[in-house]
């Protein structure tokens, strides 16, 4: 057997994150330009459409902390009524989206994720 591609390693990676909590249903890393890189997304979830909107997202973030002096993103999170979308940098060049449920306990999703998207950033 070869080695696994580096789309393997990173949904391997996805997938440890979603058993990590139950709180988290579904996850994906998007490039800072809207293309998918890898995902664990349920059926009826438009990859397309979640990465296109995690980079914009993420991009606009970023900017709005900077300019209204609060430093460098951690994270964005936009929170419904049916829970939560939590989007946080992978290095330079990517985005780790992660679909929260209602009720979850941030505290334990957002350390979770941080210790994703370092896992990432190596893969990547």
């Given at each position: 057997?070869?080695?696994?591609?580096?789309?393997?390693?990173?949904?391997?990676?996805?997938?440890?994150?979603?058993?990590?909590?139950?709180?988290?249903?579904?996850?994906?890393?998007v490039s800072v330009d809207g293309l998918t890189i890898a995902s664990s997304l349920p059926p009826g979830v438009e990859e397309d459409r979640v990465a296109a909107m995690s980079a914009?997202?993420?991009s606009l973030g970023e900017r709005i902390a900077s300019e209204?002096?609060?430093?460098?993103?951690?994270e964005v999170y936009v929170k419904g009524a049916g829970g939560y979308v939590i989007l946080t940098a992978v290095g330079e060049e990517a985005v780790l989206t992660v679909l929260a449920r209602a009720g979850a306990k941030l505290g334990l999703v957002f350390l979770e994720m941080r210790r994703a998207a370092e896992e990432l950033a190596d893969i990547l």
């Open positions: 057997m070869g080695e696994k591609s580096r789309t393997q390693q990173m949904v391997e990676r996805l997938r440890e994150l979603q058993m990590s909590t139950t709180d988290i249903e579904a996850s994906a890393v914009a997202m993420l209204l002096g609060r430093g460098a993103l951690d």
